[in-house]
């Protein structure tokens, strides 16, 4: 009978260490896989970390700058033909052309020319690009939208510019031009 | 000679975990790895890319190209006339350049985009290739291509978007 008892309490014995060396397994095991995960998702992020942006962000910035210095066809009577730059000043003092067009009408209408015909930014199912987004904003901060041009699909890799510019009296503009291409994988 | 057995055991444990868990950081190393070597071969593209761009942008502003002071202060602005001008005298800049060829293409207004420019043809062309030869559009930068312009007798500044191309020679020390 006590024999039995001893017997009995051995085996409880090992069979409590047995659970605890499993426990002792499993934390371990996690705390590897946890470490791994972790360390995988941070290079992942690291290598992901796109070069390719900033080319494209580049290639964004010297579009809108040409952009800005583009001659419309919309005259003043002093100054002659105005550039895309001078429109946007325009536009907010609401002035009109020497042919009466308003002058933001000119400008909405030559930016959406401009980005529509330069097969870059295309936007259609066949384009890399789902989609663009022309802003204009004004003030210090930004604060006050003048304008804002989009098309298509807001979404997939994004590559961005922006471009400001003040008059000689002090406002401040700014022009925001993003793209959403498709992502490479596609 | 039971407790002898027990941290033998124990050392055994010891050593096959330690093998285990450098074994499975030496895969996850590989994994990694693989994923940068494979995104080598873009970035270098990318690199090679960038630095076309950026050569196109220096050879827009350098003062063969660039409108200086004849229509305002701009950036990236290429002189039209003076490209036509250029044209005739290229072969000089081969070397200082060292490109194989640059070309100057309209983008808007878009018009005439196959008609290459000469003076006969000043503001009814799309394209002005400096040098003979193809060019891929990969290794261009948007610029804004200026001229000066009539209207009703009076003179002008006309500004276009164009894109300069360039097609730059692979150097032999590199």
């Known amino acids: 009978m006590t024999r ?43 290598l992901n970390n796109s070069d390719r942006s900033s080319v494209e962000s580049y290639e964004v910035n010297s579009f809108l700058g040409a952009v800005m210095q583009y001659t419309t066809d919309c005259e003043d009577y002093v100054r002659g033909p105005r550039l895309v730059r001078d429109l946007v000043f325009d536009c907010y003092f609401e002035k009109e052309c020497v042919d009466g067009r308003k002058s933001c009408d000119v400008l909405n209408q030559t930016l959406s020319e401009i980005i529509e015909n330069d097969p870059k930014w295309q936007v259609g199912e066949s384009s890399p690009v789902n ?7 004004f003030g210090e901060e930004g ?17 961005s510019g922006a471009q400001s510019f003040s008059k000689s009296s002090g406002e401040e503009y700014t022009i925001f031009f993003e793209t959403y291409s498709k992502n490479q994988e596609d | 000679m039971i407790k002898n057995k027990s941290a033998q055991m124990k050392i055994q444990q010891m050593a096959f975990m330690l093998i285990a868990v450098t074994l499975f950081f030496a895969l996850v190393g590989m994994v990694i790895l693989v994923i940068y070597m494979s995104s080598l071969g873009e970035s270098s593209d990318l690199l090679e890319q960038e630095k076309a761009m950026r050569l196109a942008t220096k050879i827009a502003n350098s003062p063969e190209f660039a409108c200086g002071g004849s229509f305002g202060e701009k950036t990236n602005c290429v002189d039209f006339d003076k490209v036509l001008i250029l044209k005739e005298s290229v072969d000089k800049y081969k070397e200082f350049w060292r490109v194989d060829n640059i070309m ?5 207004p878009p018009e005439n985009f196959e008609v290459e420019c000469n003076a006969g043809n000043y503001d009814e062309c799309g394209q002005l290739k400096l040098m003979e030869g193809n060019i891929g559009l990969s290794y261009s930068n948007y610029v804004t291509l200026c001229r000066k312009a009539s209207n ?13 191309l360039v097609d730059p020679r692979e150097s032999e020390d590199e």
Not at chain 1, 6 to 19: E, H, I
Not at chain 1, 131 to 137: A, H, Q, S
């Open chain 2, 104 to 108: 100057i293409l309209k983008i808007f």
């Open chain 1, 131 to 137: 989609g663009y987004v022309l802003n204009i904003l």
């Open chain 1, 4 to 46: 039995g008892k001893v017997k009995m309490n051995n085996l409880k014995v090992t069979s409590k260490k047995s659970t605890k060396a499993q426990e002792e397994m499993i934390g371990f095991a996690l705390i590897i896989i946890i470490v791994a995960v972790i360390l995988l998702v941070f290079l992942g992020f690291m």
């Open chain 1, 143 to 159: 604060e006050s939208q003048l304008m804002v041009l989009s098309k298509g699909i807001l979404d997939g890799t994004k590559k």
């Open chain 2, 152 to 164: 009703a007798g009076e003179l002008y500044d006309k500004c276009e978007i164009a894109r300069i």
